[in-house]
């Protein structure tokens, strides 16, 4: 859903990852300290910093969307490797957050929110406008710039819950804990044709081929186990192959990386 609010005013964000990231070892590294709440607050803020520098450095800047993107992931992995080392050398520090259940209410109710927000509002129809045809939004009365600075701050709240989804889940950040997932979110994005319901049909997807490598390990196919990194490769096999077949059929937004 942060990928649906930035690339849906048409701002590429492949940052995704790095966003995900840093919310997850601020998170756990501001709650071992200061408790859950202001540990949840510090890492969702961590994540809308770093989505503001990439609203900064595309629409201010206008460097290249996608290279700003791997920045983004870049910064992310080496600042959390320091800040892990840094703070916990040990990595040993149990993180209290809210159970597990919270985020996942929230994750369901997320994209039929925005569903109705972008069909229904005057703000999701102006966020549509801008994605669309920025040229043609500033004719309207418009101004992207404003437009997206709100998108990419909702990016930054939606990706930083995901990062503190992943520590709730294990109790303790550990480096790179978010082990892709930010390029899967992107591509159930891409599959989802940039709508908030589909998206959540192809994240519901990912999840079980997810938890299918899982299930599959040690299992013995025609008498041979196959090596554990095999089943390990399925989610990002089916990503792929979704991907080869189903991108060409999507409506991208025409705005899509336009200034």
């Not at 929110?113 to 703000?123: D, I, K, N, V």
């Amino acid at each position: 859903m942060g990928g649906f609010c930035s690339e849906r005013s048409g701002v590429i964000n492949i940052g995704l990852e790095g966003l995900m990231l840093i919310s997850a070892c601020v998170t756990s590294l501001a709650a071992s300290s200061f408790g859950m709440v202001l540990g949840l607050l510090a890492g969702i803020g961590s994540a809308v910093l770093l989505s503001l520098l990439h609203w900064l450095v595309t629409q201010i800047y206008r460097i290249d969307q996608v290279i700003s993107g791997m920045a983004i992931n870049a910064l992310a992995i080496g600042g959390t490797n320091f800040l892990l080392h840094k703070l916990d050398p040990d990595s040993s520090g149990h993180a209290p957050s809210l159970p597990p259940v919270a985020f996942e209410a929230l994750a369901c109710i997320a994209p039929f929110a925005l569903w109705l927000y972008a069909r229904g509002t005057r703000g999701g129809l102006r966020l549509q406008a801008v994605g669309a045809d920025p040229d043609k939004s500033r004719l309207a009365g418009l101004q992207p710039i404003k437009i997206r600075l709100a998108a990419l701050v909702a990016t930054g709240l939606f990706a930083g819950m995901g990062g503190a989804m992943l520590v709730s889940y294990a109790g303790v950040y550990t480096d790179g804990m978010t082990a892709n997932k930010g390029y899967i979110a992107l591509a159930a994005l891409i599959l989802g044709g940039w709508r908030p319901l589909h998206t959540l049909a192809a994240c519901l997807a990912f999840g079980f081929f997810m938890q299918l490598q899982i299930r599959l390990q040690g299992l013995s196919v025609l008498g041979v186990a196959p090596p554990a990194e095999l089943w390990n490769s399925l989610p990002y096999v089916v990503t792929i192959i979704a991907l080869a077949g189903f991108l060409g059929r999507n409506r991208t937004p025409a705005g899509l990386g336009k200034h």
